[in-house]
């Protein structure tokens, strides 16, 4: 009988020893896991960073075409306008050109009848 007491109580004894063991493992359990997991999201998380500097920089590529694109139709509009404004002059002075020597031709094309 005491010895049945006495393996019941050191069976009891022996749980409540190792309850502070399991707990203890419960948590190193836990931890661990949770550091697995961080382990295992750390290459997501890599991932998702490359991911997003790649659709950053595609972004920011996207954004610039567009200023690109419309700086060179800005420029051509520009260049246009530069090159129209600078043959204006030319145009001018061959119309005024052009009436003086029509006027001339005129002039000497009448001086027989005159």
């Known amino acids: 009988m005491w ?6 109580n ?16 419960q948590v190193c359990f836990r931890v661990n896991w949770l550091g697995g997991l961080i382990k295992g999201l750390r290459p997501l998380v ?28 800005c420029f051509r509009i520009n260049w246009l306008g530069g090159l129209i404004k600078g043959l204006r002059p ?3 002075l061959w119309q005024v050109c052009f009436r003086i020597n029509w006027l001339g031709g005129l002039i000497k094309g009448l001086r027989p009848l005159v």
């Open 10 to 25: 050191w069976l009891g004894g022996l749980i409540k020893g190792l309850r502070p063991l399991v707990c203890l493992w």
């Open 46 to 73: 890599f991932l998702w960073q490359v991911r997003f500097t790649v659709n950053w920089l595609g972004g920011l590529i996207k954004c610039l075409r567009s200023l690109v694109s419309l700086w060179q139709v």
């Open 3 to 8: 010895q049945v007491c006495f393996r019941i």
């Open 90 to 92: 030319l145009v001018c």
